[in-house]
């Protein structure tokens, strides 16, 4: 989503750093081939490049440049940089998506996220893969891959530039003072453009004040060199608060939450800005009420529309009553955000559609933890391409409670998952009892946030008996089971006191020690046996376990993904899926009369029951087909005549590199002529 820049702070501190006018990407191609294949260059202090020798191969090169005590050494191949002892990473320099996608491996098949530059450019080299020329970075929190060029298969629009840190004279950086944490953002590391602040909340009480280096915002360096080896190496050893990451209290505080203040609170702080006229003025109501009906936080979601918004200054906010950028798309925000009845409606849309069945419920394939976060965890992962989104949030959550008196600091006591996991952490109905019937009711992503409601003791757990009662993410019915439709009509409310779920604490580290009082639960009692089995002298047969969903999916030779379905045939014909199904274990149902792109299928088994959305490759239009109508929608898609969204844009993505573009669209006009294959799985 496109984001308005916003200064919440002044610069006060800047380390020092020589000055230097560095090579540009441009002036480095320009130097032509001093090497006839591989040369390994020294960047000078001065911002140029010294020859030091030349090499056959890239292999050879590394293995100089590493044996090699100097620090500022760079390996060129081509009149590009392709790798460094110690860099920093200027990216998106030319991409007409507006972003650069960031993957979890080489082969760019698993997509994490997506990072914009402009407002800020710099990310943490961490290597080049020399079989794929991609390379290794991290920025806000997330460590991933990105490919060189916008269009790798082209050479087109290249990605980013490797900046080793003799050049680079801007990097951003962390200011705590006695009271608050500043995040000191450049424009980029060249140190020629403008350089920002955001005041993002108090300070870490286990970090003295000074000025830091941090690509995650947990853990915080004296020293870039230190950092970047530390990264290299998957360790924080070299932190200054190596064994007690810092956790923002405003961006990892789980939506399930309630602030303290009231709408004329909120109200008044928006006049108080001098916004008293704009979109965003006496909007309190609005927003205290989607909080008590559907279950979110009112100051979190405040915050976002601010950021989002301007204050409600922005076109999009003026003209579409949009104050979240609600499919402000970054190639076209104006012409693709969507368009209200009014701000009211709005927020009540997002509080209900957005969050409570969208990015704060588990199934979304947008879920990343019920948190504003970071690139790692929580919406920023999807929501924003821009890095910092989740601390500008954070930022306006940290001045509305500074402007009260911080009453709603530290008002909850927050845990946050320790690990990644998978098919690991259920939430359960009660401890020694069952799970909600639901697989997609998990915690996977690390550092995802709960709040704890109350601690009481249940089965062990890695040799841990405690269990946390936290808030349900997901909105749960009377009998604490999944519901995963939002059209209902009239909505379904969040009921406060009874959406109480229990996860093993051993799973979980506790990041600060709230206000609210921690309770200690009863139990759900366990029913007792039959204290006369004579009564009953014919024992009941026990029925088999249900089989989860994802195996019964998974044995009809289908695959699933972030809530989508994969693996069908264009033109495959519903009974046959249908049959498939059913012959593994699943009652199923279908929302269409066809298997096409955007059918919804919901798969029971037992009482266990899920809802995925179906993609075929190609098939862009959704009539389970692949034909000249899906060649143009793809087409007009990238000409950004008509933005693809959701399921129709991953159906568009035929070559799965993550970006709608020619080659999608070549492969559809190849499949159609006879000439090619689409691959569905």
């Not at 000055?19 to 032509?32: I, K, M």
């Not at 490797?162 to 962390?174: A, G, H, K, N, Q």
Request: proline residues 4%; aromatic residues 12%; charged residues 15%.
């Amino acid at each position: 989503m496109k984001q308005v820049l916003k200064i919440f702070g002044v610069l006060f501190v800047v380390f020092s750093f020589t000055e230097v006018n560095a090579l540009s990407a441009a002036q480095v191609r320009n130097r032509g081939n001093v090497c006839p294949v591989i040369e390994l260059a020294n960047a000078k202090e001065d911002g140029s490049l010294e020859t030091v020798a030349c090499y056959n191969s890239y292999e050879e090169a590394k293995q100089a440049m590493n044996a090699t005590a100097n620090d500022n050494l760079a390996i060129v191949q081509n009149g590009m940089i392709i790798d460094a002892k110690y860099a920093l990473v200027d990216y998106d320099q030319n991409t007409n998506a507006g972003y650069t996608n960031v993957y979890g491996n080489v082969y760019l098949s698993t997509l994490l996220t997506y990072i914009r530059g402009g407002n800020t450019d710099d990310a943490v080299f961490l290597g080049m893969d020399p079989g794929t020329g991609r390379i290794k970075i991290k920025v806000s929190g997330v460590v991933g891959y990105i490919a060189r060029y916008e269009y790798e298969g082209k050479g087109q629009n290249q990605l980013y530039d490797i900046v080793p840190l003799s050049w680079v004279r801007s990097p951003s950086y962390y200011q705590i003072t006695s009271s608050e944490i500043i995040h000191v953002i450049p424009a980029n590391v060249y140190g020629d453009k403008t350089t920002s602040s955001i005041v993002i909340g108090k300070k870490p009480t286990m970090v003295s004040p000074g000025n830091y280096y941090s690509y995650d915002g947990q853990y915080f360096y004296t020293d870039l060199k230190t950092m970047i080896r530390d990264y290299q190496a998957g360790v924080t050893t070299g932190a200054v608060n190596a064994n007690e990451p810092y956790y923002n209290y405003y961006q990892y505080l789980n939506f399930r939450t309630k602030t303290n203040y009231n709408a004329a609170n909120l109200n008044q702080f928006i006049a108080n800005r001098g916004y008293g006229d704009r979109k965003m003025a006496n909007t309190g109501d609005a927003f205290i009420t989607a909080q008590e009906k559907y279950g979110v936080n009112a100051a979190l979601m405040f915050a976002i529309g601010i950021n989002e918004s301007a204050y409600g200054t922005s076109d999009i906010s003026i003209k579409k009553n949009n104050i979240f950028g609600l499919n402000a798309v970054d190639a076209s925000p104006g012409i693709s955000a969507d368009t209200f009845l009014s701000v009211e409606d709005c927020i009540y849309n997002y509080a209900y559609g957005w969050l409570a069945y969208g990015y704060v419920q588990p199934g979304d394939y947008r879920y990343r933890g019920a948190l504003v976060g970071n690139k790692q965890v929580g919406l920023n992962v999807k929501y924003a391409s821009d890095p910092y989104w989740g601390e500008k949030a954070a930022a306006h959550y940290y001045a509305l409670d500074k402007a009260y008196g911080f009453q709603d600091y530290n008002t909850y006591t927050i845990a946050v998952l320790n690990n990644d996991y998978q098919n690991t952490v259920y939430a359960k109905k009660s401890p020694d009892g069952y799970r909600v019937s639901s697989s997609y009711y998990q915690y996977k992503v690390k550092n995802s946030s709960v709040v704890i409601l109350g601690e009481l003791d249940g089965p062990a757990v890695n040799g841990n008996t405690k269990w946390y009662q936290v808030s349900s993410d997901p909105t749960l019915d009377n009998n604490l089971e999944y519901i995963g439709d939002s059209k209902s009509n009239p909505r379904i409310e969040y009921k406060w006191d009874q959406m109480k779920v229990y996860v093993p604490a051993a799973y979980f580290t506790k990041v600060n020690t709230g206000t609210n009082q921690i309770e200690q639960p009863t139990p759900t009692p366990t029913p007792t046996p039959n204290p006369n089995p004579s009564q009953d002298p014919t024992p009941t047969p026990t029925p088999p376990p249900a089989k989860e969903v994802s195996q019964i999916v998974g044995e009809a030779g289908y695959r699933i993904e972030n809530g989508m379905l994969f693996g069908f045939q264009p033109g495959v014909a519903l009974g046959d899926v249908k049959a498939k199904l059913e012959a593994n274990g699943g009652i199923v149902s279908f929302s269409s009369d066809k298997i096409g792109t955007g059918t919804t299928v919901v798969i029971q088994s037992g009482n266990l029951q899920e809802t995925y959305s179906i993609v075929i490759y190609g098939d862009v239009d959704g009539d389970g087909l692949i034909s000249a109508v899906d060649y143009v929608l793809v087409k007009n898609h990238i000409m950004g005549s008509n933005i693809l969204n959701g399921a129709n844009s991953l159906a568009a993505d035929v070559n799965r590199d993550g970006v709608i573009s020619a080659v999608d669209y070549v492969n559809i006009k190849n499949y159609i002529m006879g000439t090619n294959h689409v691959i569905q799985n």
